[in-house]
């Protein structure tokens, strides 16, 4: 019951101070979610000091320089979220990229789901302290608790601008080394797009495909909707229009999930479990306004990722519906969602889990959506509906787990059907300019 004050004023420091207590040889993990800037800048300042320090930078938002050429003796990056940020280091393969796994079958115990062994150091940011000496970690939790738990040090940083929530979303400064106050300015966290993208004007078949999704969105339904620049249009382009009585049950809230609560659309009311609780693990994607009406707001629920996207948690939600994006999906109902051939685009994030768990939910469902099309480098457009995906592709999602499939010109039902009857389907929402190819290919893959 002693003051935390005095101790907390005997934990703080610079960042600079705080970057030097980085050495050479050490593992260094930032926790998910936005960077601590002050103290990230501090360390790249340390460049020609520092040899062979792995810095784990999960979902990449500040370029700090290290993902520069040059910079590799001093600092390898590990990243779990291929962002604008990195995707040309990724591109030239300076950095690394860990797929992460499949949260619920490792032993969260004594585990640091974030980096495979121990960190030396674990760099994240929280809200200054409340009257009893407990911080926030703003709009997003993750695993941040267990990293620090898990770390040999733990340094955080004190930004002001960070939202309180209610949920496993805390932590006392005791269980902290080291704080640096640092005056942030700008939005609260989590405002804005998902994955740090500013939200673009929809394309028109946007619309179309959450339209299309609707129709299979009933009232009464959990939904979970991913990253993905067709997933997080969906919510404000009209896929809940009508609805009533929904849960959520998601990592993420993207935009317009926020208002559908504070409106009431989004309740709860009819979750089997975590009644009248939007369940997350991020608040990101919502405006100045919403991210202020959802802080300190007991409808909102922040929860370790390791429970969230735990299958059988989600599989208890009866009516489960899992929303995913899709880079491409072949006539046999194969989905990728992180590469085109060896190049790595996107991550699985929570995608994997979730349709797991939609297939363990009684009346759950699984909807992958993509555009018909995309343009590629030289400028030609091309099908994301495919015969066979492109050597080196990443499986995400095995044939097996496909449900249904939504592009702009309908919906493909793939679960329970042969593959001459997948190939009809998704050839059917293919666009219209590649059925005919597509057909041909179908006939020579799947017809004697």
Known sequence: ??????????KLISAEDAAKLVKSGDRVAFTSGREALAIGLALAARKEELKNVQILAPTPTYDF???????????????????????????????????????????????????????????????PPDEKGFCSFGASLWAKKRQLKNAKLRLAEVNQNLIRTFGDNYIHISEIDYFVEHVSSGRPMGAGSLAGRELREPEPYLRTIAEICSTLIRDGDTLQIGVGRTTEQLVRLGLLDGKSDIGWHSEATPP???????????????????????VVTSLGGGSREEMTWASNNPLFWLMDVAYLE????????????????????????????ETVGTRQIAAAGGQIPFVLGSWLSKGGRSITVLPSTYKARDGSLSSRI????????????????????????GVAHLKGRTLRGRAAQLIAIAHPDFRSELKKEATRLFHP
């Open 386 to 409: 495919v015969p066979t995906l492109p050597a080196g592709t990443v499986v995400t999602i095995q044939r097996n787990c496909a449900d249904y499939v939504v592009t702009e010109y």
């Open 1 to 10: 019951m002693g003051d935390w004050r005095e101790e907390y004023k005997r």
């Open 310 to 337: 735990d299958p059988r948690v989600i599989g208890a939600h009866d009516n489960f519906v899992a929303i995913n994006n899709a880079l491409m999906v072949d006539l046999t109902g194969q989905i990728a969602a």
């Open 65 to 127: 320089g290290w993902y520069d050429e040059g910079w590799q003796d001093s600092f390898n990056v590990i990243v779990r979220m291929p962002t604008g940020v990195c995707q040309e280091a990724m591109d030239a393969r300076r950095i690394d990229f860990e797929p992460g796994t499949l949260i619920p079958f490792i032993d969260v115990s004594d585990t640091d789901l974030e980096m495979p062994e121990m960190a030396d150091v674990v760099i994240t940011e929280v809200s």
């Open 256 to 278: 317009g999930v926020i208002t559908l609560v504070c409106e009431g659309v989004i309740n709860g009311s009819r979750k089997t479990i975590n009644q009248y609780k939007a």
